[in-house]
Structures are given as structure tokens and as C-alpha cells.
């Protein structure tokens, strides 16, 4: 039982550092890169907990603990205003990158449309 918990948390916060990363590629905004790094951290330590449930269970599920209190993502910038639950569940945002960076390294123009 206490492998099928530390796997369950393995596999959410994996699941949470995705979207994290769509969202972050999406927007730009910097606060989601920083909760997809760690979220890495934090299944990383997660895996391992995971892995030492067999040799000693309650050390292997503190250890998974520990991995979801370092999986705290903390303040963020608002990027759902018309979103469904699902688009929120898949991390599909409103925003987009107003400048993009061009292959040669200049910032490109805005878009004035």
C-alpha cells in the first residue's frame, strides 16, 4: 500500500511539472519556470522515497513528504480568464508571448494588429 501512495504522488507531481512547463512555454512568465524546476526537484526525491519504501516504509514515505513540501509553487500570475475546467486541468492559457526572440537572436517586432 505504501508503494502505491508514493507512486500516486510520484505521478501528480510529474503531471503538475508539465503543465507547468506548457504554461511557462505558453506565457513566458518566469514564477512557472520556477515551480517546473521544482517540480522536478521534488519528484526526483519523490522517486527516491519511492524506491526506499522497500527497505524501510516509514523512512521512504517521509521521504515523500518531504518531496511534496518542496513541490510548493507559490504565488502566480493570473493566465485563465475564459478557460474551462479542462483547459485549466491541461494547462491551456489565454496568454500568449508578445515578443518573440528570432533564430538569429533579435527580439522581433510586436504585433500590431
Known sequence: MYLEI???AYFV???LTIRDIRIFKRTGYISYRKGALKG???SSLILIGAISIEAKPEIGLLIVLLGLYINRKGV?????INAGTLDRF???TDYRRANRLRKNGQKAAP???
Open 111 to 113: 504585433d500590431r494588429k
Open 76 to 80: 502566480r500570475e493570473p493566465v485563465f
Open 40 to 42: 522536478l526537484a521534488a
Open 90 to 92: 491541461l494547462g491551456k
Open 13 to 15: 507531481v510529474l503531471f
Open 6 to 8: 508514493a507512486m500516486l
